[in-house]
């Protein structure tokens, strides 16, 4: 899915319809927060766990889930059940785990700001989304790395995903 996003934040970047462009910054952002996130659960899926408001200690459905519990025959919550940790969140501890990833949540503010315009303004504006699309794709590199996975497999297009 992170491949899928990020190809979206490549093509469309050069589109010129506003629909197509707030789809790449939000497409940016999800993938790296996707990439993060799979980073973090690389070394301890627990790690993805939220915090509760104003318990500070992570839900345990969430812990449970993260962890591959499935929870109960035909429970159709499980989804539901999964808080995670927020994208800058995620960022920062995919750095402090992999020592492949030296971008910092800090350099990776733009796009975060990028992306949230997108979603909670719907307002993108074109040079900073080719700011942001680029540290996606120095981000997606680096997170690759520290997964041992082939950044070829991941950039080239995949027949059915589009």
């Known amino acids: 899915m992170a491949a899928l996003h990020a190809h979206r934040a490549v093509l469309n970047r050069h589109e010129t319809s506003l629909l197509d462009l707030l789809d790449a910054a939000v497409s940016a952002g999800t993938a790296v927060e996707l990439l993060a996130k799979a980073c973090v659960a690389a070394v301890e899926p627990a790690l993805l766990a939220a915090s509760s408001p104003g318990r500070g200690s992570p839900e345990t459905q969430s812990i449970l889930r993260l962890r591959g519990h499935r929870g109960r025959v035909g429970d159709s919550s499980a989804v539901r059940d999964v808080s995670t940790v927020f994208a800058r969140q995620a960022v920062a501890l995919a750095a402090e785990l992999h020592a492949e990833i030296t971008i910092s949540p800090r350099e990776l503010t ?12 719907g307002r993108v504006q074109d040079d900073l989304l080719l700011e942001a699309v680029v540290d996606m794709a120095r981000f997606a590199e680096q997170a690759l790395a520290a997964l041992g996975q082939d950044s070829d497999g991941f950039w080239t297009p995949h027949v059915g995903t589009w």
């Open 110 to 121: 733009l796009l975060f700001d990028v992306r949230n315009a997108a979603v909670h303004l």
